[in-house]
């Protein structure tokens, strides 16, 4: 097995991409199309990736119509021999390591070149953090613009804003609504000191979204599901999180007793059952594995697929890696799930 070249995961891939266009949101956020070691392939990627920032329906037909109809025949069995869609994230993880080893390989090559010139130690630092600086370009690229093309987009925005295309977001705050102007496309952060109630704002924000019918997706990492699904179901229902406590020996200080409370829960659980929510305990998660988890949930929720409509809370930044905290910009640009980030 060739460890710089798997053409049947390439193959898989796009045939599971064609098949079914519930995995591109998941392949999407794993590949582009230099990752594809053989050129008709990255073709066909290319015009996947195409048709999908068109939102033009992913099949034969149409990436045919792109690439040219002689592809026609090669796409069928492509289509084909395809074993399953379901596996199609773990093939694109094996096309991205063929191609992790291509770009190793020919820094290594570089290498023993220079190494037979006699380069100096530093010259060959300096060729390898520029040869790795260039293969990570492609991602900088995406939030680069010249002047011109800042000031285009600037002007595009206010007559959107003008014309009111665009939807702002409520926080279920009327003062903070005009503070925030929660804008599709921008990230928020929630700073304070520890115990000031940032949890419980980006709480409230998601709930009273949620309510709206607005997908949320809620990635926790100090605090599992159960716990972040026990603070809203006590907001929505009026009920004493001590009784969630202790629910048998329960009495409140207003001499509230336990029965008051189980009606409590049930209006709690009922408000809240049927959400559009996503809570994700994932302390120490890759930024990669996160995208694909989010972006998997939003391109399943009927109103991210009519209005493109969704928010994304991530309490809090400061407990992961420094690939998140490096990469939270790019948390917008990379992966076209929720337009919104708060925490």
């Not at 064609?18 to 050129?39: G, K, M, Q, Y």
């Not at 599709?184 to 929630?190: F, Q, S």
Request: with cysteine.
């Amino acid at each position: 097995m060739s460890l710089t070249q798997s053409l049947d995961a390439e193959q898989s891939v796009l045939g599971a991409l064609l098949l079914d266009e519930e995995v591109v949101a998941s392949v999407l956020a794993i590949l582009n199309p230099d990752h594809f070691s053989d050129a008709v392939h990255k073709k066909i990627y290319q015009a996947v990736v195409d048709c999908d920032e068109s939102d033009t329906s992913i099949d034969v037909i149409t990436v045919a119509d792109k690439i040219g109809m002689e592809y026609m025949p090669f796409l069928g069995e492509l289509v084909t021999m395809t074993p399953s869609t379901a596996n199609a994230p773990a093939y694109a993880e094996i096309v991205l390591e063929k191609a992790k080893y291509r770009r190793l390989a020919g820094i290594g090559h570089g290498v023993n070149l220079m190494m037979e010139d006699n380069a100096a130690a530093e010259e060959l630092e300096e060729f390898i953090g520029q040869q790795l600086q260039e293969a990570d370009s492609g991602e900088a690229a995406k939030t680069q613009s010249i002047m011109g093309a800042a000031v285009k987009k600037l002007l595009q925005r206010t007559d959107d804003r003008f014309n009111g295309n665009i939807e702002l977001y409520s926080t279920g705050l009327r003062d903070l609504d005009d503070v925030l102007q929660l804008e599709p496309g921008r990230m928020m952060v929630i700073a304070g000191r520890p115990g000031t109630g940032k949890s419980t704002l980006a709480q409230n924000i998601i709930e009273h979204n949620c309510r709206a019918g607005i997908p949320c997706f809620n990635a926790t990492m100090e605090m599992p599901e159960e716990e972040v699904a026990a603070r809203m179901v006590c907001s929505q229902g009026g009920v004493d999180s001590k009784f969630l406590q202790d629910p048998a020996g329960f009495i409140s200080g207003r001499g509230d007793n336990a029965d008051e409370q189980w009606s409590a829960l049930s209006a709690g659980v009922n408000a809240t059952k049927d959400w559009p929510l996503m809570i994700d305990y994932c302390p120490g998660l890759k930024l990669a594995d996160f995208k694909r988890r989010a972006r998997a949930f939003f391109h399943n929720q009927p109103e991210y697929k009519k209005n493109k409509k969704g928010i994304m809370c991530i309490d809090y930044l400061g407990l992961n890696g420094n690939d998140w905290r490096q990469s939270s910009t790019g948390l917008r640009n990379h992966y076209k799930g929720a337009k919104d980030v708060c925490g």
